[in-house]
């Protein structure tokens, strides 16, 4: 079964920094490379939302407005994960993340749910103020 499994939440105090994993695993290892990973955050109350992308190859990676400049998305494809590194979190960024592969082989495909596919099971990420 093709998916993937995010990992790296926790409790954080505004400020404090995270680092979130996202691993192939199943059929997904096998195509990991080929496919830009995307993150979304789906906060208490909310509707789920794109964080980050991150394309196959070399190339943009992309950014929702807000966390410019403190989240990093980085990936290995070797060994099959992907990295969003956030930094100086806000309160307002607590919430359960996913990752999920962008479903026509596109660098990016726009921050829309719809165009991502084989979601994981999320982590959360919980203010602990």
């Known amino acids: 079964q093709a998916q993937f499994v995010e990992s790296g939440g926790g409790l954080v105090h505004p400020g404090g920094s995270l680092t979130l994993t996202c691993t192939a695993s199943?059929?997904?290892?096998?195509?990991?490379?080929?496919?830009?990973i995307a993150w979304f955050r789906h906060a208490p109350g909310k509707v789920r939302e794109f964080v980050g992308s991150?394309?196959?190859?070399?190339?943009?990676?992309y950014y929702s407005e807000s966390p410019k400049g403190r989240f990093t998305n980085s990936r290995d494809n070797v060994k099959n994960t992907v990295q969003l590194q956030m930094n100086n979190l806000e309160a307002e960024e607590t919430g359960v993340y996913y990752c999920?592969?962008?479903?026509?082989?596109?660098?990016?495909?726009?921050?829309?749910?719809?165009?991502?596919?084989?979601w994981g099971q999320g982590t959360q990420v919980t203010d602990c103020t």
């Open positions: 999920a592969r962008e479903r026509m082989g596109r660098s990016w495909s726009g921050t829309m749910n719809d165009r991502y596919e084989e």
């Open positions: 199943g059929s997904s290892v096998r195509t990991f490379s080929l496919y830009a």
């Open positions: 991150i394309p196959f190859a070399a190339g943009s990676v």
